[in-house]
């Protein structure tokens, strides 16, 4: 016979699960609606799609990944995550009853270059050969150095170098360079909801950017790459710079970039 606290406790740890689920479920249909964004900017041809392309997935949530593979059907799509959801393998395997793309998924770090070319050597594609390199929801995490950026604002903050209590800089020409080396074209998508509760959006090593650090990026990019701007509207990415008062105030950026040919 089951006590009164027993069945709270076997009630609540439902309800969680319950919770848990529809999370999951959201992430996938979310991602219906952001990729709707992203793919504006892969610069599909009308005739091949991205027949014979081959896709890097930064930060991957791994459903991303399987849609384009579905939709689209490129060569190949390699995600990487320094922290890979559980449903990777269970989508690397199980894509391969139904889809004709090859989907690889690597646990491994952005800024890890040595394990990121050792995938590559494993995945036979040469360093710069993705032509596209997608970043969704992950530019803001691509912070590096050991210069903590909370002492300019908090005198008394004691570094611990944690995601949660310490801020690096955003390098903008160094990181877009270096997502470069990988791919033709780096496709960004941020989103931003002030409703959702997510320490490392708030004030962590991930951070929102600041809006200082928008405008310091929107005045790097014209010079220095080309591109286009795809969402909130789109148009050529060296107008971005004057439109910097107007993102500021959107919740989604999109755009995408390429080297000047020099
Ligand atoms: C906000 S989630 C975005 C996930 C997915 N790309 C999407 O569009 O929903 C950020 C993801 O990037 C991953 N990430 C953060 N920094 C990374 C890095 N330096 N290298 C690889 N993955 C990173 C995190 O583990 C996390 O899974
Ligand atoms: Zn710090």
Redesign the pocket.
């Known amino acids: 016979m089951c006590d009164e606290g027993s069945l709270v406790k076997r009630l609540e740890k439902c309800l969680n699960e319950k919770d848990d689920l529809l999370d999951e479920l959201n992430?996938w249909t979310e991602?219906l609606t952001?990729l709707a964004t992203i793919e504006d900017a892969f610069g599909i041809n009308a005739e091949s799609g991205l027949q014979g392309k081959t896709i890097l997935?930064?930060?991957?949530?791994c459903?991303?990944s399987l849609y384009i593979a579905l939709k689209h059907k490129p060569r190949k799509i390699v995600g990487?995550?320094?922290?890979l959801?559980n449903r990777a393998s269970d989508i690397e395997q199980q894509s391969r009853l139904f889809s004709a793309t090859k989907i690889r998924f690597y646990d491994?770090?952005?800024?890890d270059e040595t394990t990121l070319e050792k995938i590559l050597t494993r995945e036979k594609i040469g360093k710069g050969e993705f032509n596209i390199v997608?970043v969704?929801?992950?530019l803001h995490?691509?912070r590096f150095g050991d210069q903590c950026v909370v002492h300019e604002r908090d005198e008394k903050h004691k570094c611990d170098g944690s995601e949660k209590d310490c801020i690096y800089r955003f390098e903008t020409e160094d990181i877009f360079e270096k997502l470069l080396e990988y791919g033709k074209r780096v496709v960004v998508?941020e989103a931003f909801w002030p409703h959702e509760t997510d320490d490392d959006k708030v004030r962590g090593r991930?951070g929102y950017f600041t809006v200082r650090e928008w405008e310091s990026i929107f005045d790097q990019i014209p010079s220095k790459f080309r591109g286009e701007l795809i969402s909130p509207k789109r148009c050529s990415i060296d107008k971005i710079e004057k439109m910097a008062e107007e993102l500021r105030k959107v919740d989604i950026v999109c755009f995408y970039l390429e080297k000047k040919p020099s």
Not at 80 to 83: P, V
């Open positions: 992430e991602c952001e997935d930064v930060g991957t949530d459903i991303k990487i995550s320094d922290a959801p491994c770090n952005f800024f997608i969704s929801k992950v995490h691509l998508y991930g």
